[in-house]
């Protein structure tokens, strides 16, 4: 059983999918490492130990050479996989419904065509023995912490109240609209930071937690048969008297605050539109909106992928991958996500990991050169 850890090649992707500590693990299971020469280099992890881990370092078609298993944060370019074994699995974050050259259903194409077995590890069910597995939760938790960080970095002001000689500074009032997992993580810090914290989701059993965290909820009183969860605790697309409701109560909200951090997103939908230009107008100049949705369509009207542009004098803030902006704390919960996921299933006498039904027909995209997933082909 070999597995391959190729370096990531899309832009901007600083992830790493082992770390030496997870290598070590995969090599007391029995397995052979086999990393690509760089390939955590821009998350902290060098050469030198993941080779002390047991690894053997090589380059990207020595790595891939016989490999069983080709782990990845991003979906690799099915072109760079040429010479693949037929049947290897192929397990990383695979973005099957996104757009541009990172994801998308013509990649998964490619993959079937490859005779790869595609895993999109970002299909995990949301149950409660594949929690350790999700790099949906793992990634997300860390982008809300940093969302709070980069929104400090660009506020020209203080997040805590302070009481200095020369008098006081007042606390910074903070807003999270999208209460899921980085949601709560931003509300968590911008706590620890000293903010004033709101929150407000479609989904009411949130309420709880953001009262639990310290932060005031900000919620639309019950309009008839409205319930915004789904399936698997996700959020659903809201009704427009919903739609309206929200956006007024916002509106009144939103004028007040400081700092916005956005995160709302519907699976397999754009993100929904939680702020209008005339909203960011009704905010004071210096106040910073942070789109952690930007790469999904935009929570924010004007929010620009990869920029930060300042619009009536607040500054939107859109970052892509921002996980990626901690590479070495993501790398290291993104690799043991896969290492929990494979030794899972880990399989002593075969000396390989077996599936079960529930999660390997959640998360496999390919299989026998065909596209295999209900989500797919639904
Ligand atoms: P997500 O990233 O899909 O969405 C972020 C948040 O935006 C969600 O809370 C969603 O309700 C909210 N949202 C959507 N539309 C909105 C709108 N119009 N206005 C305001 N908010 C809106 O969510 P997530 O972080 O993946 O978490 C969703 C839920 O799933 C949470 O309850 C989480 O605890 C749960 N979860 C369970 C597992 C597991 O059991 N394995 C793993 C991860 C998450």
Do not use: C
């Amino acid at each position: 059983m070999k597995i391959a850890v190729l370096k990531e090649t899309a832009a901007g992707e600083r992830r790493v999918s082992a770390t030496p500590e997870t290598v070590k693990k995969f090599v007391a299971l029995g397995a052979q490492v086999a990393v690509e020469a760089g390939a955590g280099a821009s998350a902290s992890f060098d050469d030198a130990g993941y080779a002390s881990a047991g690894a053997s370092i090589g380059s990207r078609a020595e790595a891939l050479n016989g490999a069983d298993i080709v782990l990845g944060v991003q979906g690799p370019d099915p072109a760079s996989l040429n010479g693949i074994k037929q049947g290897a699995w192929l397990a990383a974050g695979l973005n099957p419904f996104g757009a541009g050259e990172n994801g998308g259903r013509a990649r998964v194409d490619e993959y079937a065509a490859l005779g790869v077995e595609a895993l999109a590890m970002e299909f995990m069910p949301r149950i409660t023995r594949a929690q350790s597995m999700d790099i949906l939760s793992s990634q997300s938790n860390l982008a809300g912490y940093k969302a709070v960080l980069d929104a400090a970095g660009e506020y020209g002001r203080a997040f805590p109240m302070m009481m200095t000689a020369a008098g006081t500074v007042s606390a910074a009032k903070v807003f999270v609209m999208g209460v899921g997992v980085a949601g709560l993580q931003a509300i968590a810090t911008a706590r620890r930071l000293g903010a004033q914290v709101s929150a407000t989701d479609v989904r009411s059993a949130t309420k709880e937690q953001i009262l639990s965290l310290g932060a005031k909820p900000i919620f639309v009183e019950k309009v008839a048969g409205i319930e915004g969860e789904g399936s698997g605790g996700y959020a659903t697309e809201m009704s427009d008297e919903y739609k309206a409701a929200q956006a007024e109560l916002v509106s009144s909200h939103i004028a007040k605050q400081d700092i916005v951090i956005t995160t709302a997103l519907i699976p397999g939908r754009p993100a929904p539109r939680l702020i209008s230009d005339a909203q960011i107008a009704s905010m004071r100049p210096g106040s910073v909106i942070v789109d952690l949705a930007v790469e999904s369509g935009g929570n924010v009207e004007g929010a620009v992928a990869g920029e930060v542009v300042e619009k009536h004098g607040v500054k939107i803030v859109g970052h892509r991958n921002v996980a990626s902006r901690l590479a070495s704390d993501a790398s290291a919960l993104f690799a043991r996500n896969l290492y929990n996921f494979l030794s899972a299933f880990w399989d002593k006498e075969a000396n390989k990991p077996v599936l079960d039904a529930e999660i390997g027909d959640a998360i496999r995209l390919t299989q026998g050169g065909k596209i295999v997933n209900e989500r797919l082909l639904g």
